[in-house]
């Protein structure tokens, strides 16, 4: 099992990454984008525990739209949990835990960034474009003169059973420091506990480094590392009664995330037989460390 660390004493040094490649066994799996999985030291790559934020900004993907019309995948169907797993989370430079989570996830796209050439090699290195964790909102031109701005964001994907399709993610509760943990199934039992306001903690780890397959509307390539949310504690808040689910979605952003829902929908269904793509990539990763060719 991972040890988890703050994430305030993670070694960036120690973190390695090798080419993403092809998974020869399923190549369906890298359909669409190339991957490689992260490594850190001989004790293996460990899981993350962030600081207490609170969710007073984005949050989950709603099944509905501002207007009340469900959310559907490119086959014109709803979006399943799997299609709307994910977590936006913004990073308030106004508090200091929160900076620093800014500072640390930057710090690796930095990395990142600086290193596309030895990832890819000198050739292949301007096909790419990096895709950083830490993104800024999109405008909003109509949003008042006088509306608040809003805070920097990285995002953070469930964790799912590749057979029953239910959340692996841990919820506990904490109610004064006493730790509980809930029976977790579907994205909304979830959301009972992770909601609007609320304050929470999440534990996450580095899943993958990826690289799409084919060119963006600029010609280039994505690169970028994924993050999965393992375990997160939340602090229970007082029941509030809404009306509507949409709150959680920001409108400014609604129709950049109605599009990359979509687009990630038509991956998902390869891309998350992660663990036998995992056990194959896992001895690439280590004969590469042998040859020591192409890490970071």
Not at 67 to 74: A, E, I, S, T, V
Not at 94 to 115: A, M, R, V
Not at 173 to 181: K, P
């Amino acid at each position: 099992m991972p040890i988890t660390v703050k994430y305030t004493n993670f070694d960036i040094s120690k973190l390695n990454i090798t080419i993403p490649v092809e998974n020869m066994a399923i190549p369906e799996i890298t359909k669409y984008q190339l991957m490689s999985i992260p490594d850190y030291d001989a004790s293996g790559m460990p899981t993350i525990q962030g600081p207490w934020i609170n969710l007073d900004n984005y949050g989950v993907p709603s099944k509905t739209d501002k207007f009340g019309k469900p959310r559907l995948n490119q086959g014109g169907q709803q979006l399943s949990d799997r299609e709307r797993g994910k977590i936006k989370i913004p990073l308030n430079m106004n508090i200091d835990e929160s900076k620093k989570l800014h500072e640390f996830l930057s710090s690796i796209d930095k990395k990142l960034e600086e290193n596309r050439d030895i990832i890819f090699g000198d050739k292949k290195s301007s096909m790419y474009k990096y895709q950083p964790m830490v993104r800024q909102p999109a405008e909003d031109p109509d949003a008042p003169i006088d509306a608040p701005e809003k805070p920097d964001y990285f995002v953070l994907k469930f964790d799912f059973d590749n057979k029953t399709n239910q959340v692996k993610t841990k919820v506990y509760l904490n109610n004064d420091g006493e730790r509980s943990e809930v029976e977790i199934k579907s994205l909304d039992d979830v959301l009972k506990h992770l909601r609007y306001k609320c304050e929470f903690r999440p534990i996450f780890t580095f899943s993958k480094l990826f690289a799409t397959r084919s060119a963006g509307d600029d010609g280039k390539r994505k690169y970028g590392i994924g993050l999965k949310l393992k375990m997160v504690e939340i602090k229970p808040m007082v029941s509030i009664k809404t009306e509507t689910e949409t709150f959680f979605i920001d409108t400014d952003d609604e129709e950049i995330e109605r599009k990359n829902l979509i687009d990630e929908s038509k991956n998902n269904e390869v891309k998350e037989k992660s663990q036998d793509f995992k056990e194959d990539l896992q001895v690439k990763t280590n004969g590469n460390k042998r040859k020591g060719k192409n890490s970071v």
